[in-house]
């Protein structure tokens, strides 16, 4: 196909071509401009899948107020930092967890987690995936050897099931920052397959009455209520 270039285009092309860009900016200067070209790749390469992410946010229905701040803070970071899917972002970045049960006999698997010392629920960072529900569902098997996780709630795709942002303590040379932390409600068919990792001191099957019971943190006893009342 042939075409051409307008003479309008062509002084516009010669005048950004030769107007002092690289070459006359200070460091600084320099550093945004690759920053902002970085922010616009991610933006080109996975501006799709943040919107969706955000669009599961706007409706995701809150439990309490903590949540619905957790929800708050997840939209405003994204809406910020394109590369929040990836853990490069410095804010803070989109993680993906599960809560797993076993509808039949009442009871949640828990994870005491060997970085946190705490029981909680199953998840960690994307691996290259850009939808939370996938990173969230290869952790749980991962993490438990249970094949069979399928997602409870009936969405598709998959939408978060809880929503909690939190505070991540510096760490060797990792620095500060905040985990945003989507999570799902997984149930197996086989509960009797499940088996701890080297990431876990130990996983236990609680009645869900007696998990409710345990000191955990607010956020986590908040999931298991919205599994009980399933």
């Known amino acids: 196909m ?30 945004e401009k690759l920053r902002v070209l970085v922010m616009d790749l991610y933006r080109s ?19 309490d107020e903590s949540e619905a701040q957790s929800v708050r803070t997840i939209i ?11 853990s490069n ?3 803070g970045h989109i993680t993906g967890s599960a809560l797993i049960v076993d509808a039949p006999r009442r009871r949640v698997l828990l994870n005491h987690h060997k970085k946190f010392d705490r029981w909680m629920q199953f998840g960690g960072h ?25 997602f409870v709630l009936p969405d598709e795709p998959p939408r978060p099931f809880d929503v909690d942002a939190h505070v991540i303590q510096a760490r060797g040379e990792r620095p500060q920052h905040m985990h945003l932390d989507l999570r799902y409600l997984l ?21 869900i009455d007696d998990a409710l019971a345990m000191p955990l943190e607010p956020n986590v006893l908040r999931m298991m209520r919205k599994a009980k009342n399933l």
């Open 126 to 150: 994307p691996d290259f995936e850009t939808e939370p529900w996938r990173v969230a569902l290869r952790e749980a098997r991962e993490e438990t050897g249970l094949v069979d996780l399928a």
């Open 45 to 63: 390469q996975h501006g799709d899948a943040l919107a969706k992410v955000i669009a599961d946010l706007e409706r995701h229905p809150c439990a």
């Open 187 to 207: 149930a197996t068919g086989s509960p009797e397959l499940a088996r701890a990792t080297h990431e876990s001191n130990a996983i236990q099957w609680f009645e």
């Open 89 to 91: 972002c410095e804010a």
């Open 2 to 31: 042939l075409f051409c270039i307008s003479r309008v285009s062509q002084k516009r092309m010669s005048t950004h071509a030769t107007s002092p860009l690289w070459s006359a900016a200070t460091p600084d200067e320099r550093m």
């Open 76 to 86: 405003e970071l994204a809406r910020a930092n394109p590369n929040i899917l990836w």
